[in-house]
Every structure is written in C-alpha cells, then in structure tokens.
C-alpha cells in the first residue's frame, strides 16, 4: 500500500522568511496530493492540494510542486507569517472509489516574530 | 453551518471500561471516517463508511466498533479502553472517496486511558 513519509518534522523560521516542506510517497498510482493546516486545539483543515497532471499551483502566499518522477511533493509557504504557525499535514490517494487518504506524520511549523 | 460535530471533547476513562464517541455532519457526505492522531504518526484511519449502510476497516482498527447510524451519524466505540488507546480522535467527512474530494475534520475528542 501507500505510504507516505514527511520532512522536516519541526520547522521554525523567522517571520518574512520561506518554510519549505516535503513528502515523498511510494505508490506511482497516486495521483492527488492535498495538504491540511492543523491550528492548536482544531481539526486539520485544507490549504491546497494538487493532481498529477500539473507540476506546480500556487494561492496566494502558498504553492505546491510535484515531481512525478521522484515522487515527491512540497508544500512552499512565503512571507510567513505568525497564523501559519500549525501543523502541516501532507497527503496522497488516487482515483479509484474505495481509495482512502494516507496522511504523512506531520510537520509542525513555528514562525518567530 | 456546524459542519462536522463530535461529542464529547474531552474523556478520562479508566481500563475495561467502555464509551462511544458521537460525530454528525450536515454537509449531506456520502463517505465518513474515524482517525486517531498520536504524536509523530500523523492522521491514522481506524475505521470509515465510503457510503450509508457499509463500514470498513481502516489501517488500526482493532480495539474498535463503528455505526453507520444514518447518512449524518457515524459512532465510534471502544467496548473495552486500554492505555494505548489515548488519542485524539477525529471524525471526518467527504462527498465521496479517493481524489479530488476535501475531507472535512471536526474539532477533535481528546481520551486518555488511565
């Protein structure tokens, strides 16, 4: 099955500055990747997410790249702010009814002010 | 719009005993979930029902029952805690499963075994 492994597990940076994070899955039928911000106390909410069939999207302040080669994907947040101090979950699946999401760990970002 | 609702937030229980946990969603999804999240393991699914009438198991979900009560209720039971089952739980819902579709978390029901 689908596994999926995230880096770093703890992030801090200063405020204004990039936070960078990456996850590589295993399964190459995996062809949707969406990442959920999870605030203190709350549930994981999504942010943005991406299909195979596009190597990079952005909103706003956030962007998502994919290399369907490597298979890996990262979640590019600029000009960061203290409200994007949560945890960041990346995830995979792929079309198929039945499919379920694999989560990776996590990654707990810290902006600095 | 209250989205996904669980009950309760928070829970001491002690080993052996039992206790359900209620989640409901007005969003009209066909597909519903239970996680748990531990720390440094993410999002686990311990059990989900892709549509009304059917449930299945996920990746942990010994020590576990779940009821497909209705198109909005799906409930989580413990019938016997033990102290690996402290978690955070979270109930979750979809339209439908697999890509594409955004899967809306409640606010989580934190258990502690003791």
């Known amino acids: 099955g689908e596994n999926v492994e995230q880096h770093p597990s703890t992030l801090s940076v200063q405020e204004g500055d990039s936070a960078v994070i990456k996850c590589t899955y295993s399964?190459?039928?995996?062809?949707?990747f969406p990442w959920y911000k999870q605030e203190l106390g709350k549930g994981p909410q999504l942010i943005i997410d991406i299909r195979s069939n596009v190597g990079e999207k952005k909103d706003q302040r956030i962007a998502v790249t994919l290399n369907k080669t490597a298979k890996h994907f990262s979640l590019h947040i600029t000009e960061t702010q203290p409200e994007d101090s949560a945890v960041y979950f990346c995830?995979?699946?792929?079309?198929?009814?039945?499919?379920?999401?694999?989560f990776g760990p996590g990654t707990r970002l810290s902006v600095l002010p | 719009n209250a989205g996904v609702t669980q009950t309760p937030k928070f829970q001491v229980l002690k080993t052996g005993q039992s206790m359900t946990l209620q989640c409901a969603q007005d969003m009209n999804h066909n597909s519903m979930y239970w996680y748990r999240q531990d720390p440094g393991m993410g999002l686990r699914l311990i059990y989900y029902s892709a549509s009304e009438g059917t449930t299945d198991k996920g990746e942990v979900p010994n020590g576990y029952n779940v009821s497909r009560l209705n198109k909005r209720e799906f409930s989580l039971r413990l019938e016997s805690a033990a102290p690996s089952q402290t978690s955070v739980y979270f109930c979750a819902s979809s339209e439908s499963q697999g890509a594409g579709n955004t899967i809306y978390f409640g606010e989580g029901s934190w258990l502690t075994v003791v």
């Open positions: 995830a995979a699946t792929w079309d198929n009814y039945g499919q379920n999401f694999v």
């Open positions: 399964d190459s039928a995996s062809n949707y």
